[in-house]
């Protein structure tokens, strides 16, 4: 009788242990599962935000990109409707294959007048389309953008973008209107990758889809359709991005489930949507899912056999002593199929019985926790195990109650998982599993990498890779929390928005290491700059920003700031043996003072950033009202500067410079001008600085070099043309060929060209301006060094090339009568141009006195109002300043 209980026992335990080994089989199969299942819905979400950003970001370029063009045309057509025609302005065959299908110009009576689609052959009215009738009786400047509809002319499904046109009077000229493509929208988002059940959609905020794509043949079908029903409509209105599942919507059109994110189009009343199927952001995770219930299949499957053979072997040793060792056998072999499945699992196993005593746990669940050896023998108590825990500090940070606490919750007889973060930074993820009749079993994860990698990715979202700073998107969300206290009465704060001067020299002479390394210590000198509670940032490029808490007198304190932060910039850098002198711009904004959003401030500060530069740099400026007025008087000037070539609109002038040697004029400089028909004469230092930031200095000063040319061939023999040529041009491909034609053209001879450069040639990308510069000499062209003395003026320039001619700065030569420090400049630069044969130009030489002196300082050549104001060509009389400078009279 006591063998057969023995037996009977055994094949107890066997069971028990079996059901313990397929709980967890299955526990690690769960816990695999649903964390394939939450990386792909991680995964699906990222995806379908990052590309609902780029639609966004495209959508707002194609309506900004066409609005801006259809800005520009209005103006033209309003300035000359009679004479307007769309082949003067734009190239109307390129349209064809662009997303502007056609531009149209629409009379007020609603007749179409102007088409890009070419000549108007029969009355086309528009009269009743809205895209048209809105502008009628409305005074607003604003863009339309229509439902989509089929083009009156080019028959193709189309979105409508018109703005309203003005009379000189004042009243209702009719419209000009742009027309987009939607199936050339729609082949965009194509080539985008969704996966076989996404679709991208652009909707209006009336709920109109506008365009929409997908692998469905039916695609085409939505666009017009409303879908104000669906959830997005009440999200959008409460956050500008976000993302659901399309279950939540009451209509679905197609029946597929999808992760929907969306995202409101900047300052347009349109939202980019793309849509991931279900299906296809969870189908990895249902392979991965399949392929683990396989193995607790499998795995289930052996221990159940296991099981099976080891309980028949019971019932038959149970008959008959004499297979007692047969059974023994069998329950050593049934063990070790336990030990090898139990100690070979990723994770740590514990079980413990209703009495909260261990039953059984895997080696790894000791080393886990630092247990020893006593305390994982079967019978051992878990307030012993967490208590031992505790004094060996191998538990979550707050050991006090952590013991009564899981007491409580294992007592609980409920199943949960939680996330404990060690005292020495590890963290156990923990899956707690009740079992009938008491007692459960738990398995225990060392995810820690895994939360560091999340950490990790989350960091570099917020931060800069490079200089280990805050990025934009920190900047705004700091920025926002600024206001946020702002109105509930809080403290204001400063935006400082700066800009490194030249610092493209650097990367392009000394590579983007040096640069790289020049970056990362522009940072350190910023951050020691503030305090705790002020953040720094780079936005990208050398462009950084700092958000300061304001103290005291806000205006005075954030131009005290300003003044530490050029003073630390501007400290030398050393590279590789490479000594660096950079400066930095910076633009102020005070808020609220100068706004209260967010955007407003970033647009304040970047004005008074562009004001700071274009006064010379290495400076700051604070935000004036004045400065949003320059801004639009400069993008006037920039549309007017496009057309002042092509209407002929710039002068030359010319200006002599004397070779004080013989009292002769040895060169002529060309001046241009530019004679606005409503301004009038506008200065070059109004107008340059636009042409070189836009690349329209590369016609300008084409322009400038073949009429200059042309002019000087008929001078006498000796005298040389001077002309300057911008940093910029020295980036266009081919200059030296250019210049070359234009000489042959004109007949002018090479060794009659001179042209002036400033040292920033040489600062900006010096090998191949150098190498230019050679070429340009080896055609016997001669190169000038223009306004040395400002600037860097590094004596190291005129080490890097033999220049004909050094022209010393007019700053120098007003003070040499008054100012010693000027006057021994001049002498010194003269003395360096005689030891290296380089003639020197006294430039703004106004007065005898002047002339007398610059002549003494050892100056081969002088320039300015002594010897006449600049004039045209036709007023260029040599003769008569030769026969002035041979008398002894400059003027």
């Known amino acids: 009788m006591p063998m057969v209980q023995y037996f009977r026992a055994f094949a107890q335990t066997t069971t028990y242990l079996g059901v313990v080994m397929i709980v967890a089989i299955w526990g690690g199969v769960y816990l695999l599962t649903n964390e394939a299942h939450d990386r792909a819905y991680e995964d699906g979400l990222r995806q379908a935000s990052n590309l609902t950003r780029l639609f966004e970001e495209y959508i707002w370029r194609v309506i ?63 009269s009743e389309i809205e895209s048209f009738s809105v502008h009628v009786n409305s005074t607003s400047d604003d863009l339309y953008i229509s439902t989509p509809s089929i083009g009156h002319m080019s028959g193709k499904p189309s979105i409508q973008l018109t703005r309203r046109l003005v009379r000189p009077d004042g009243s209702f000229g009719g419209v000009i209107a742009a027309s987009l493509n939607v199936m050339q929208l729609e082949e965009f988002y194509n080539t985008i990758d969704i996966g076989q059940g996404g679709i991208i959609s652009l909707v209006g905020f009336d709920g109109i889809i506008r365009a929409r794509s997908g692998r469905d043949a039916g695609a085409m079908g939505f666009i017009g359709r409303s879908i104000t029903d669906r959830r997005m409509f009440d999200l959008f209105r409460q956050k500008p991005t976000g993302a659901y599942w399309n279950s939540a919507d009451p209509a679905n059109f197609e029946g597929i489930s999808r992760l929907i994110s969306y995202r409101v189009v900047e300052g347009l009343p349109l939202i980019a949507v793309v849509g991931s199927a279900e299906s296809d952001i969870f189908q990895q995770a249902m392979s991965t899912a399949r392929k683990y219930n396989q193995i607790g299949l499998f795995l289930t499957a052996i221990v159940l056999f296991a099981i099976a053979i080891a309980v028949v072997r019971q019932l038959r040793l149970a008959a008959a002593t004499a297979a007692l060792q047969r059974s023994k056998m069998s329950l050593e072999e049934t063990n070790f199929l336990f030990d090898t499945a139990l100690e070979n699992m990723a994770h740590g196993l514990s079980m413990f019985d209703r009495n909260q005593r261990l039953v059984v746990c895997n080696d790894h669940y000791g080393e886990m926790y630092g247990l020893p050896s006593a305390l994982t023998q079967r019978g051992t108590l878990l307030r012993d195990i967490l208590q031992a825990r505790v004094a060996m500090d191998c538990c979550p940070r707050d050991p006090e109650h952590y013991v009564e606490e899981r007491l409580e919750a294992v007592a609980a007889l409920k199943p949960y998982y939680a996330v404990n973060e060690m005292s020495d930074g590890r963290i156990f993820a923990v899956s707690h599993q009740p079992l009938q009749g008491g007692g459960w079993v738990a398995i225990h994860q060392d995810i820690t990498a895994q939360k560091q990698a999340e950490t990790q990715i989350a960091y570099l979202a917020r931060h800069d890779v490079l200089t280990d700073l805050s990025n934009r998107a920190v900047l705004r969300e700091r920025m926002e929390e600024g206001l946020a206290r702002l109105r509930r009465g ?59 808490m304001a103290e005291g007198d806000q205006r005075k304190t954030a131009m005290e700031m300003a003044d530490r932060l050029l003073e630390a910039v501007a400290a030398p850098y050393v590279f590789d043996g490479h000594r660096l002198d950079i400066a930095t711009s910076i633009g102020i904004a005070l808020a609220p003072e100068h706004g209260t959003d967010v955007d407003q401030l970033i647009k304040s500060a970047d004005l008074a950033l562009y004001k700071a530069k274009a006064e010379g740099r290495n400076t700051y400026r604070v935000f004036e009202i004045s400065m949003g007025a320059d801004a639009h008087a400069r993008r006037t000037v920039e549309i007017d500067l496009r057309n002042a070539l092509t209407r002929g609109e710039f002068v030359l002038h010319y200006h002599p410079i004397i070779d004080m040697r013989t009292n002769t004029i040895a060169n002529v400089e060309a001046l241009i001008r530019w004679d606005h028909p409503e301004r009038g004469r506008i200065a070059p230092a109004d107008f340059i600085p636009i042409a070189e930031e836009t690349g329209l200095i590369n016609p300008i000063g084409e322009w400038v070099l073949r009429r200059a040319c042309a002019d000087a061939a008929s001078w006498p023999a000796h005298v040389k043309l001077a002309a300057n040529l911008s940093p910029v041009q020295f980036r266009r491909a081919g200059l030296v060929d250019i210049i070359a034609s234009i000489l042959t053209e004109s007949g002018l001879s090479p060794e009659r060209l001179m042209l002036e450069i400033t040292e920033s040639v040489l600062m900006q990308g010096s090998a191949e301006n150098i190498e230019t510069l050679h070429r340009l000499r080896r055609l016997g062209i001669s190169i000038v060094l223009d306004d040395f003395g400002t600037g860097y003026s590094s004596l190291s320039y005129l080490r890097m090339f033999p220049f004909d001619q050094i022209k010393i700065d007019r700053s120098f030569v007003s003070e040499i009568s008054r100012n010693l420090e000027c006057s021994a400049i001049i002498s010194a630069v003269a003395t360096l141009g005689v030891t290296l044969q380089v003639d020197t130009v006294a430039e703004g030489v106004e007065t005898e006195e002047q002339l007398v002196l610059v002549r003494v300082a050892g100056c081969t050549h002088a320039q300015g109002f002594l010897f006449g104001q600049p004039c045209s060509v036709s007023q260029l009389d040599f003769t008569r300043i030769v026969a002035r400078m041979q008398r002894g009279e400059a003027a």
Do not use: Q
């Open 64 to 126: 900004r990109g066409t609005d801006s063009e259809l800005l520009f045309l209005r103006k033209e057509y309003e300035h000359d409707p009679e004479n307007f025609d769309f082949a003067n302005w734009i190239d109307v065959e390129r349209l064809g294959g662009d997303l502007t299908v056609h531009l149209s110009i629409t009379a007020p009576d609603g007749i179409i007048k102007l088409s890009t689609l070419g000549p108007i052959k029969s009355r086309v009215d528009i």
């Open 490 to 548: 809080g403290k204001p704060f400063t935006l400082f928005m700066l800009d490194l001067d030249l610092f493209k020299a650097v990367n392009d002479s000394l590579g983007h290491p040096v640069g790289d390394e020049l970056l990362k210590e522009v940072a350190r000198r910023l951050a020691t700059c503030l305090r705790e509670t002020d953040t720094v940032a780079r936005l990208g490029g050398d462009e950084f920003a700092i958000m300061a």
